[in-house]
């Protein structure tokens, strides 16, 4: 079946500017996370959704971020008034709940000029 | 110091070569996984364990809990396994904590 979508692939947006990016989960995973990988770092974790849970924004950088999941499948990462230092990869990647593999999407470039 | 750390950074291996990449971690894990990210970045998951070993294809990893320390090997490497090797510990809340992970590039 499909694997985890993202889009859009790239994205070049001007300091100050708000910017969306979407994440479709494998269909019937309830969990869903977001994570971060700027230039030359590792992985970070910004959000996890789970199910109909309160998600876990411990992650999130700034204020200026915020993700929403509706209808629990797809999530959309909001990044408000950007700024350079928010130029990364943004990489989704959902799993049934519990202790199982994740499955990463292509991730969305971001590039903030 | 980081809650996961691997080691080592970089590593360069001749084609058929054995490897192994090492992964530590110093908080309480429910599972541990390896991942395998090649240039462009798209990132695959390799296994997932949480005790004794698994092996997939060439691929093989180990974790011992009470040492907290996980190994991933590959043998008789080949240059398509070029890619970055990354350990990441499921947390007991269900983040992932994420090593910074291990260039390997393998030359014909």
């Known amino acids: 079946g499909a694997g985890v979508s993202q889009s859009p692939s790239n994205k070049v947006t001007e300091k100050g500017k708000d910017v969306e990016l979407r994440c479709d989960p494998i269909?019937?995973?309830?969990?869903l996370y977001w994570y971060r990988q700027s230039l030359g770092q590792g992985l970070e974790f910004l959000i996890y959704?789970?199910?109909?849970?309160?998600?876990?924004k411990s992650g999130l950088p700034s204020d200026r971020f915020s993700a929403e999941r509706t209808g629990g499948s797809v999530s959309t990462l909001t990044i408000q008034r950007t700024q350079q230092e928010d130029s990364a990869v943004y990489l989704c990647?959902?799993?049934?709940?519990?202790?199982?593999?994740?499955?990463f999407g292509p991730g969305t470039r971001l590039t903030v000029t | 110091k980081n809650e996961v750390e691997q080691s080592p950074q970089n590593l360069t291996a001749q084609e058929g070569e054995f490897i192994t990449i090492n992964c530590s971690y110093s908080?309480?894990?429910?599972?541990l996984h390896w991942l395998q990210q090649h240039p462009g970045g798209g990132i695959v998951s390799l296994f997932m364990?949480?005790?004794g070993k698994k092996k997939h294809g060439r691929l093989i990893a180990t974790i011992n809990i009470q040492e907290k320390h996980s190994s991933l090997h590959i043998t008789a490497s080949h240059p398509r396994d070029s890619a970055v090797y990354i350990c990441a510990v499921r947390s007991n809340t269900d983040k992932l904590i994420f090593g910074t992970g291990t260039r390997l590039q393998v030359f014909p």
């Open positions: 990647a959902s799993s049934l709940v519990g202790p199982y593999e994740q499955y």
């Open positions: 364990l949480s005790s």
């Open positions: 959704f789970q199910g109909n849970s309160a998600p876990d």
């Open positions: 269909s019937g995973h309830t969990a």
């Open positions: 908080v309480g894990i429910s599972a």
